[in-house]
C-alpha cells in the first residue's frame, strides 16, 4: 500500500503542478494523470481523492498554510505549493495516515522535484501546520521524545 501511496502523491504533484500553472479543471487534471507511465502502480481512488479535494479546498487550504508562510503562497514555485496543498489535506483529511509520514512523503517529493532548499521550506512549513491540524496526535508524539 505504501509505494501505491507515494505513486499516488507523486502523480497528484504532477497534476497540481498543471492546475496551477495552466488553471486546468479537475477532470483534465486526472486525465492527463491517467497518461502517466507510473499511474498503474498508485491508488487511483486515493489519488483522485487527492487531487479532488485540493481543487475543491484550494482556498481554505491556502488560509491554514497562509500564517506560516514567509511571503504570499503564490510567490512560492508551483513545486512548493502543489506539495503544500497536498500536504495540508492530507492532514486535515486523512486522520489514518500519521502526520510523520505525510510530512515526509512531502519532503522527500521536494528533494526530487522542487528547488534546491525547497525541501526545507515544506518541512518547516509543515511543521507548524502538522500541531494546528493533529494537535493530538503531536502531543503525544512529543511526549515520547521527552524523558
Same mark, same amino acid.
Given at each position: ?10 502523480l497528484a504533484?504532477? *497534476? &497540481? ?6 488553471r486546468s ?5 486526472? @486525465? $492527463?494523470? /491517467?497518461?502517466?507511465e507510473t499511474y498503474?502502480? /498508485?491508488?487511483? @481512488?486515493? &489519488?483522485e481523492?487527492?487531487?479532488r479535494n485540493?481543487?475543491?479546498d484550494?482556498d481554505v ?14 510567490? &512560492?514555485?508551483?513545486?512548493e $505549493? /502543489?506539495?503544500l496543498?497536498?500536504?495540508a489535506s ?7 495516515t500519521?502526520?510523520a509520514?505525510?510530512?515526509?512523503? /512531502?519532503?522527500?517529493?521536494a528533494?526530487?522535484y522542487?528547488?534546491?532548499?525547497? $525541501?526545507?521550506?515544506?518541512n518547516g512549513?509543515?511543521?507548524?501546520l502538522?500541531p494546528?491540524?493533529?494537535a493530538l496526535?503531536?502531543? @503525544?508524539? *512529543?511526549k515520547k521524545?521527552?524523558?
Amino acid at each position: 500500500m505504501k509505494g501505491s501511496r507515494r505513486a499516488s502523491r507523486e502523480l497528484a504533484l504532477k *497534476g &497540481l503542478y498543471q492546475w496551477l500553472v495552466n488553471r486546468s479543471d479537475a477532470d483534465t487534471v486526472l @486525465a $492527463h494523470i /491517467a497518461g502517466e507511465e507510473t499511474y498503474g502502480r /498508485a491508488d487511483r @481512488a486515493y &489519488l483522485e481523492e487527492l487531487v479532488r479535494n485540493v481543487v475543491s479546498d484550494a482556498d481554505v487550504l491556502r488560509d491554514r498554510l497562509g500564517p506560516y508562510l514567509d511571503r504570499p503562497i503564490g510567490q &512560492l514555485s508551483p513545486i512548493e $505549493h /502543489a506539495l503544500l496543498l497536498i500536504a495540508a489535506s492530507e492532514l486535515s483529511g486523512q486522520p489514518d495516515t500519521p502526520y510523520a509520514v505525510i510530512i515526509n512523503e /512531502a519532503v522527500e517529493l521536494a528533494k526530487m522535484y522542487g528547488g534546491t532548499d525547497g $525541501h526545507k521550506y515544506v518541512n518547516g512549513v509543515l511543521d507548524k501546520l502538522a500541531p494546528e491540524l493533529r494537535a493530538l496526535e503531536t502531543q @503525544a508524539r *512529543g511526549k515520547k521524545g521527552t524523558r
